[in-house]
């Protein structure tokens, strides 16, 4: 799903009015297909909660990609050692 559209419809909880297709697709600020902006509505009208299980995902996504990062510095950081031990004298 497009998180843009789940973004609008947190907007509109935020602002204590019920998510419709109409009010979530004006609230977009990307042209996103009407079947997309239909399931997200949906999703959100046949479980209530499941609008804020999804909005934090992207953000483990994203400490998962910080977790990602780091892992990789400190391997470059041991291939530098190595390298450095490796060279010749």
Same mark, same amino acid.
């Given at each position: %799903?497009?998180?843009? &559209?789940?973004?609008?419809?947190?907007?509109?909880?935020?602002?204590?009015? &019920? =998510?419709? &297709?109409?009010?979530?697709? *004006?609230?977009?600020?990307? =042209?996103? =297909? %009407?079947?997309?902006?239909?399931?997200? &509505?949906?999703?959100? @009208? +046949? +479980?209530?909660? *499941?609008?804020? +299980?999804? %909005?934090?995902?992207? @953000?483990?996504?994203? *400490?998962?990609?910080?977790?990602?990062?780091?892992?990789?510095?400190?391997?470059?950081? @041991?291939?530098?050692?190595?390298?450095?031990?490796?060279?010749? @004298?």
């Amino acid at each position: %799903m497009n998180a843009a &559209v789940f973004e609008a419809i947190k907007v509109l909880l935020d602002e204590g009015k &019920v =998510p419709t &297709v109409a009010l979530t697709k *004006s609230r977009l600020t990307t =042209p996103t =297909p %009407m079947p997309v902006i239909i399931a997200a &509505v949906s999703q959100y @009208k +046949n +479980n209530p909660d *499941s609008i804020y +299980n999804l %909005m934090k995902t992207p @953000k483990q996504s994203a *400490s998962n990609e910080d977790q990602n990062s780091s892992q990789l510095d400190r391997i470059e950081q @041991k291939l530098d050692q190595l390298l450095t031990l490796l060279a010749p @004298k």
